[in-house]
Each structure stands twice: as C-alpha cells, then as structure tokens.
C-alpha cells in the first residue's frame, strides 16, 4: 500500500485545493478496477457520483458507510459502485471498485473518516461549475486522520 497523499495540510493543500481547509483523507495508489472492501462492519448510507452534476469536481463516485462504533468511512473517486443504500456490508466486504473519477490527479482511492453524526448528505453548488452536487459534507474538524484508525 502507498500513500499518494496524507491528511491534513499537505503540500497540494497549501497550494489552494481544498478551499484551506486541508485534505480531509488520505490517497492510496490505485490503479483503474482495484477491488475496493469496507474497512469495517455497517450499514451504506448512500451512494452518489458528482460526476452526472459537474464532471472533474468533487468526489466522482463515492460510498458513505456508516459503523456501529460510531464513525462513518467515505471511499471516493471510484470507477464502479457495488452497494446501495441500505445495505448491510461485513469488514472486508467487495464494496466498489477505485478509478479516477471526480477531481483526481490520477487513479487511486481516497479515505476519510468521519464521526457519523459530523457528516450529513446533501447538495451543494460547485466552485467549479456551478451546478448542484450531492455527496457527504462534514464542517472542519468532523473528520479525522484515517490512519489513527487502520
């Protein structure tokens, strides 16, 4: 496994992508159709692609699961989805499949965790073309470094 970028404020961050606000997750290197598995028992909250709003923005395709400890995991940029919301998922469960969707620089899969009642789904308008997009949105500080919890 290798990381393509940590948390928080990294050098891509300090350049002004994330609104200064930090990366959020952590990027693992991952080529196009790598199998992707829940990092732990729960329930899918729901699903979505930025892309179908505003393509090169955001997430791409994503998966919120929630889990019973209270803490929710987001996978991101995917090429393909294969739950749906409500779904009961086990730790080490096929959940999706990484890609290079949504604003990558290049194929891999991103992971946050947030705590769950920090994180809500909703829309919100793109910086970057205007539209509204629906994915999992979280104030700063309502995640929290991945690596504290793998």
Known sequence: IFITQYFGNTAFARSGAYQGKGHNGIDLRASVGTPVFSSEQGRVRSTGDTDQSCRRASYGKWILIDHPNNLATLYAHLSLVKVRAGDAVNRGELIGYSGRTGYATGPHLHL??????????RGMRSRTCGRLMTLPISPFGGYMNPLDYL
């Open 112 to 121: 946050t965790v947030f705590a769950s009642q920090a994180v809500t789904v």
